[in-house]
Nanobody, 114 residues
Framework: VQVVESGGGLVQAGGSLSLSCAAS????????MGWYRQAPRKARELIAV???????YYADSVKGRFTISRDNAKNRLYLQMNVLKSEDTAMYYC?????????WGQGTQVTVSS
């Protein structure tokens, strides 16, 4: 297992959740890492990226509300989600930003009630 996500749950709109991802050192230490999400009947989308050095990128849909961070010593990736909206409801996954990455974890479900 290369990645394991945790921290999802049910939250009301406007609330916050914090996700965590434990990754194997082999993929975490040398790669930019990202959080992805997949809503029902939609393709998986990349919503936040952080480089090994800490540079970040956010999709417009989450910019200003979500914060990605990483702990290189612990091989852990985090996503702080604030001001959650119903459209944030999805399964959330973490992984390296590699085009051929296929070893996805189980994901963690985030459900935002309106």
């Amino acid at each position: 297992v290369q990645v394991v996500e945790s921290g999802g749950g049910l939250v009301q709109a406007g609330g916050s959740l914090s996700l965590s991802c434990a990754a194997s050192q082999s993929i975490f230490s040398i790669n930019a890492m990202g959080w992805y999400r997949q809503a029902p009947r939609k393709a998986r989308e990349l919503i936040a990226v952080i480089s090994v050095g800490g540079d970040t990128y956010y999709a417009d849909s989450v910019k200003g509300r979500f914060t990605i961070s990483r702990d290189n010593a612990k091989n852990r990736l985090y996503l702080q989600m604030n001001v959650l909206k119903s459209e944030d409801t999805a399964m959330y996954y973490c992984g390296p930003t590699l085009p051929n990455f296929a070893s996805w974890g189980q994901g963690t479900q985030v459900t935002v009630s309106s």
